[in-house]
């Protein structure tokens, strides 16, 4: 139990589009899920805490605008990042935090922007 | 702000050896967990410490929590290549939020 799909795993788009990226509990309901970011060798970094049915909380220094977060049930969330540039190539990784309040993490997404 | 400080930030090890890494923060957390993550994959939970003293083990892998709960130590016993990853300690913050140590990349050489 307790799994978290991402969808796409990898994806390489040109600079100035935007690229979604959706996040899913598949077998619990996720009052809370959470973005992060991470760059090779290092540690993840929060992004954003999204809630389902409000509007996303985001870390110091992350912009609302610049990743765009949607939690329209309690099931998905889904980071859009608008108008990208290569410096946000990264590893993005979604979890998911069920009733027990345990996060339960996605398998990341690779993107890589050309 | 909460911080945890994770050490070694890498260790290269052969076979056999035995390893701890270190996670240490002026903070209290209500829990602490620790993860191993693969390159391209997310983090896979291996332990949660709850309780301040609380010790946990996993096979070879044993977990401590500080008596504080500001601090825990993972150690490895008799590595193997399959050990080989980057350990990640994280702790409960506010908001039930994660704050993660810079990671410890582990590799064991057969």
């Known amino acids: 139990g307790a799994v978290v799909s991402q969808h796409p795993s990898w994806v390489i788009c040109k600079s100035g589009t935007s690229v979604k990226i959706e996040c899913r509990s598949l077998?619990?309901?996720?009052?809370?899920m959470f973005w992060y970011r991470q760059f090779p060798k290092q540690s993840l970094m929060l992004m954003a805490t999204?809630?389902?049915?409000?509007?996303?909380?985001?870390e110091q220094g992350v912009e609302k605008d610049k990743f765009l977060i949607n939690h329209a049930s309690l099931t998905l969330s889904t980071l859009t990042v608008t108008s990208a540039h290569p410096e946000d190539s990264s590893f993005y990784i979604c979890?998911?935090?069920?009733?027990?309040?345990?996060?339960?993490f996605g398998p990341g997404t690779r993107l890589t922007v050309l | 702000t909460q911080l945890l400080e994770q050490s070694p930030q890498f260790l290269s090890i052969q076979e056999g050896e035995n390893l701890t890494v270190y996670c240490n923060s002026s903070?209290?957390?209500?829990?602490l967990q620790w993860y191993r993550q693969e390159p391209g994959e997310g983090p896979v939970l291996l332990v949660t410490?709850?309780?301040?003293?609380e010790v946990k083990k996993l096979k070879r892998l044993t977990f401590q929590f500080g008596d504080a709960r500001k601090d825990s130590s993972l150690h490895i016993t008799a590595a193997q290549p399959g050990d080989t990853g980057l350990y990640l300690c994280?702790?409960?913050?506010?908001?039930?939020?994660?704050?993660f140590g810079a990671g410890t990349i582990l590799r064991v050489k057969s």
């Open positions: 979890s998911a935090d069920g009733f027990t309040d345990t996060q339960y």
């Open positions: 999204s809630n389902e049915g409000s509007k996303a909380t985001y």
């Open positions: 994280a702790g409960e913050g506010y908001g039930n939020k994660l704050v």
């Open positions: 410490v709850v309780t301040g003293g």
């Open positions: 903070s209290v957390f209500s829990s």
């Open positions: 077998d619990f309901q996720a009052t809370t």
